[in-house]
């Protein structure tokens, strides 16, 4: 019984271990489905837009530098946009992605949906980020509060976070102040760690029987 139970915790430790990488630490920080009328050039590209300005913030709360190639952006309906070659994210650095702009972006950190668009609802809607295997690394859902004209911010690192509004300032796209606390691995990761958990639960238990 002991030898198993000593099978099942390496188990256990493999899978987490594995299904641990950089990426687990990139989360989807701030979103701006609302731009402001007044004041919501968030994109800064001289243009208040209620489309262009909307935008969706990745924090890399690590010391690793993630490729960001492949890697997607969707809202509850459908792909809005793929990193493509070059995309990377630095330690405990962002990128944005905004709805669009016609004008060049001077920061590399930020780029234009690739799809037309981010399309969010601003009375409620989920914002996901994939890695290139369409593996669930973060989402980020919000309801009415998203329609105050202001940013939404995650205030705790779980993935059935609440969100608040910004305050202070009614978005920060770029913003790296974020807590050390945000770092937690992604839904697949604690997928996997419940499931093996489970699977060593029911060897032990028959083990004993």
Request: hydrophobic residues 45%.
């Amino acid at each position: 019984m002991l030898k198993r139970a000593r099978v099942c915790a390496w188990a256990v430790s493999a899978l987490f271990l594995m299904a641990a990488p950089a990426e687990s630490f990139v989360l989807i920080s701030e979103v701006l489905a609302d731009p402001p009328s007044i004041g919501g050039d968030a994109n800064q590209d001289g243009i208040i837009s209620s489309s262009g300005d909307e935008f969706v913030e990745l924090y890399n709360v690590s010391e690793d530098q993630v490729d960001l190639v492949g890697w997607s952006i969707h809202d509850a309906l459908a792909e809005r946009h793929v990193f493509g070659a070059g995309s990377i994210i630095g330690p405990w650095s962002t990128v944005v992605v905004f709805g669009g702009s016609p004008a060049l972006f001077a920061a590399p950190s930020w780029y234009k949906a690739s799809n037309g668009g981010l399309n969010l609802n601003n009375t409620g809607d989920i914002a996901r980020l994939y890695d290139p295997q369409k593996t669930l690394i973060d989402e980020f859902r919000f309801g009415a509060e998203g329609g105050r004209d202001v940013s939404l911010i995650r205030v705790s690192p779980r993935y059935d976070a609440k969100v608040t509004v910004s305050l202070g300032e009614a978005f920060s796209p770029g913003r790296t102040d974020y807590p050390l606390s945000m770092a937690v691995p992604e839904p697949a990761t604690w997928s996997l760690f419940i499931m093996a958990f489970s699977l060593a639960g029911g060897r032990l238990r028959k083990s004993n029987s």
